[in-house]
């Protein structure tokens, strides 16, 4: 079925126009004015933007923690990535010691098999480098398109890895072609720091907070980066909460080393005061690295703003408040990590950056997808509005406003972290490769049509004038 999109504004990350698109066989065929094409459906997207899909880079689905699994899976969890205009997840795809890799990639397929509503690829976690994984690896990449490596230098004695085995991913990925991926928090200082609370009695949920302090994220992210800049190798760092690991980017990147970062939209509007809520509410907001003092978010916000941070991830990890968050009842090492973030992560960098004046709204769609798309090697087929690329696309009311909820948010989970937050902006209408997943704000798609994506090897795409301009 061949679709014509007239009336909208059309948005990428370089552009504003106004214009049409013609799309054919799922893919845009055409982009120019007073478009026709015999039986061609038309969509009226007056008064809205039209932009691509959202890539979230940082989902995690359907994931065992702490004795629990997310309460979202491929089904809810991309269900309601599409209706806050995420076309496209790549979801991290854990891994045990000693167990073969392409058993983990086996487990993380048939958790999205017949399930996902939009397209979706995968991470791998690397725990350990020995022979076995060694020669794994090249398959992982050249078989199953998966090539970018995450790390963890948290969470001791449960995914930590040690500064060999990280160094040691940095020097392989280079060989590869794969992007390295981190979790930069000093998880032996936190080991201590957590254990000591508990000792002298302090298990409530702030307590999360207060032993995981940003000098120990910023620590990790200075030594992540020195590690890729000696293996001449490249970074990512997910999830950056503070202004702490935000200046290390920035020192690393001024050096010439191609250190990429994330920020998520939990660590631009909620702060550490969240964690004191009462009877046990705290919990809802406890997740790694933790929520940070209000004046970090301004800090962000000017990284976002100068391009020290590139894109934009959900981190999405939801557990329910009930029966799961309160597992960590008396003590807050036992509350699983996480937070229900898939679902507004377009709406909050619309609201909150776009129309407070704070990012442009190239840059919004830099962040949301395209900037996405070319670091984990799905640009251009994803990421932008380009003859040949997917219709993947978002039609955007940018004048609509409402309050998010869990009493209207689609994730499975029963609370939302922005409950009550007043938001301007909102995804109309998704499509997937030229097909509808939510229509008028009604969801219309198919759990299982969402396609597996092989990526292509990390290629650096450190343009000579953002060499230049950092
Ligand atoms: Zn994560």
């Given at each position: 079925?061949?679709?014509?999109?007239?009336?909208?504004?059309?948005?990428?990350?370089?552009d504003?126009?106004?214009?049409e698109?013609l799309?054919?066989?799922?893919k845009?065929?055409?982009?120019?004015?007073?478009?026709?094409?015999?039986?061609?459906e038309?969509i009226?997207?007056?008064?809205?933007?039209?932009?691509?899909?959202?890539?979230?880079?940082h989902?995690?689905?359907?994931?065992?923690f702490?004795?629990t699994?997310?309460?979202d899976?491929?089904?809810?969890?991309?269900?309601?990535?599409a209706?806050?205009?995420?076309t496209?997840?790549?979801?991290?795809?854990?891994?045990?010691?000693?167990?073969?890799?392409k058993?983990?990639?086996?487990?993380?397929?048939?958790?999205?098999?017949?399930?996902?509503?939009?397209?979706?690829?995968f991470?791998?976690?690397?725990?350990?480098?020995?022979?076995?994984?060694?020669?794994?690896?090249?398959?992982?990449?050249d078989?199953?398109?998966i090539?970018?490596?995450?790390?963890?230098?948290?969470?001791?004695?449960?995914?930590?890895?040690?500064?060999?085995t990280?160094?040691?991913?940095f020097?392989?990925?280079k060989?590869?072609?794969?992007?390295v991926?981190?979790?930069?928090?000093?998880?032996d200082?936190?080991d201590?720091?957590?254990?000591?609370a508990?000792?002298?009695?302090?298990?409530?949920?702030?307590?999360?907070?207060?032993t995981?302090?940003?000098?120990?994220?910023g620590?990790?992210?200075?030594?992540?980066?020195?590690?890729?800049?000696?293996?001449?190798s490249?970074?990512?760092v997910?999830?950056?909460?503070?202004?702490?690991?935000a200046?290390?980017?920035?020192?690393a990147?001024?050096?010439?080393?191609?250190?990429?970062?994330?920020?998520?939209?939990q660590?631009?509007?909620?702060?550490?005061?969240?964690?004191?809520?009462?009877?046990?509410e705290?919990?809802?907001?406890?997740?790694s690295?933790?929520?940070?003092?209000?004046?970090?978010?301004?800090?962000?916000?000017?990284?976002?703003?100068?391009?020290?941070?590139?894109?934009?991830?959900?981190?999405q990890?939801?557990f329910?408040f009930?029966?799961?968050?309160?597992?960590?009842?008396?003590?807050?090492?036992?509350i699983?990590?996480?937070?229900?973030?898939?679902?507004?992560?377009?709406?909050?960098l619309?609201?909150?950056?776009?129309?407070?004046?704070?990012?442009?709204?190239?840059?919004?769609?830099?962040?949301?997808?395209?900037?996405?798309?070319k670091?984990?090697?799905?640009?251009?087929?994803?990421?932008t509005?380009?003859?040949?690329?997917d219709?993947d696309?978002?039609?955007?009311?940018?004048?609509?406003?409402?309050?998010?909820?869990?009493?209207?948010?689609?994730?499975?989970?029963d609370?939302?972290?922005?409950e009550?937050?007043?938001?301007?902006?909102?995804p109309?209408?998704?499509?997937v490769?030229?097909e509808?997943?939510?229509?008028?704000?009604?969801?219309?798609?198919?759990?299982?049509s969402?396609?597996?994506l092989?990526?292509a090897k990390?290629?650096?795409?450190?343009?000579?004038?953002e060499?230049?301009?950092?």
């Open positions: 079925m061949k679709k014509i999109i007239k009336n909208g504004t059309l948005v990428t990350a370089a504003t126009f106004q214009g698109l799309i054919e066989d799922g845009i065929t055409q982009i120019g004015s007073n478009l026709s094409a015999v039986g061609a038309i009226d997207a007056k008064g809205c933007l039209v932009f691509p899909g959202g890539i979230d880079p989902t995690h689905l359907d994931m065992p702490g004795g699994v997310t309460k899976d491929f089904e809810t969890g991309t269900i309601a990535a209706f806050g205009g995420t496209t997840v790549i979801d991290f795809c854990l891994t045990n010691r000693g167990k073969p890799l058993n983990a990639i086996q487990t993380w397929h048939e958790k999205a098999k017949g399930k996902a509503s939009i397209d979706y690829s991470h791998l976690m690397i725990s350990e480098i020995n022979d076995d994984v060694l020669n794994e690896l090249p398959q992982v990449i078989e199953e398109g090539t970018s490596f995450k790390v963890f230098m948290a969470y001791k004695n449960v995914f930590q890895a040690d500064d060999e990280l160094f040691r991913t020097v392989t990925a060989e590869l072609g794969a992007l991926m981190v979790h930069a928090e000093n998880g200082v936190i201590y720091l957590t254990n000591k508990l000792k002298e009695g302090n298990t409530d949920p702030i307590y999360h907070a207060l995981r302090p940003p000098e120990l994220e620590e990790a992210t200075g030594r992540a980066a020195r590690f890729a800049g000696l293996a001449g490249h970074l990512y997910v999830h950056v909460s503070c202004a702490d690991a200046e290390r980017i920035a020192e990147r001024s050096k010439g080393y191609e250190v990429w970062g994330e920020t998520c939209p660590y631009l509007v909620l702060d550490q005061s969240c964690l004191e809520k009462p009877n046990f705290g919990a809802k907001y406890v997740w690295p933790p929520l940070r003092e209000k004046w970090n978010q301004e800090a962000l916000w000017n990284a976002l703003k100068s391009g020290t941070l590139q894109t934009f991830g959900s981190d990890c939801s329910d009930k029966g799961q968050k309160e597992l960590g009842l008396g003590d807050f090492t036992k699983p990590n996480g937070g229900p973030m898939i679902e507004d992560r377009l709406t909050i619309f609201s909150e950056g776009v129309k407070k004046g704070r990012i442009s709204l190239n840059q919004f769609v830099d962040l949301t997808s395209t900037r996405a798309a670091l984990f090697g799905l640009f251009p087929k994803k990421g509005i380009a003859i040949g690329a219709a696309l978002v039609i955007f009311d940018p004048n609509a406003e409402r309050i998010l909820s869990a009493k209207t948010h689609h994730m499975a989970v609370y939302n972290a922005f009550g937050m007043k938001v301007t902006g909102e109309v209408s998704v499509m490769r030229g509808f997943v939510v229509r008028e704000k009604q969801f219309v798609g198919t759990p299982g969402g396609q597996y092989k990526r990390y290629n650096t795409p450190l343009a000579e004038s060499r230049l301009s950092i």
